[in-house]
């Protein structure tokens, strides 16, 4: 299993309408099998997420898209929102 601390912009809030970005938790796995039947190419692909997270301004949750980027031969097992990035 391999994790990363990434992060994701929200380049407009629906709640304050300000730029905000979050550290985001991804674990990947490698998908050994399927890449050894050829099922991967040879460049990194995306993978679109929903997830609530919570403005910073107003202390409320909303819904939003975003993309994570998974190498070939890999495979995105769970995305958690760790909170604001600019927070400890």
């Not at 992060?7 to 991804?26: E, G, Q």
């Not at 040879?42 to 997420?49: I, S």
């Not at 409320?60 to 995305?79: H, I, Q, R, Y």
Request: proline share 3%; with cysteine.
């Amino acid at each position: 299993m391999i994790e990363n601390i990434e992060k994701v912009t929200i380049k407009k809030c629906p709640k304050c309408r300000k730029s905000h970005a979050f550290r985001v938790r991804v674990r990947r796995t490698r998908a050994l099998a399927f890449a050894a039947a050829g099922g991967f190419d040879d460049g990194p692909l995306k993978e679109r997420f929903t997830r609530t997270f919570t403005c910073p301004e107003v202390n409320l949750d909303f819904e939003s898209k975003f993309w994570v980027t998974v190498d070939s031969g890999a495979m995105v097992k769970s995305v958690k929102i760790l909170g604001n990035w600019e927070s400890d």
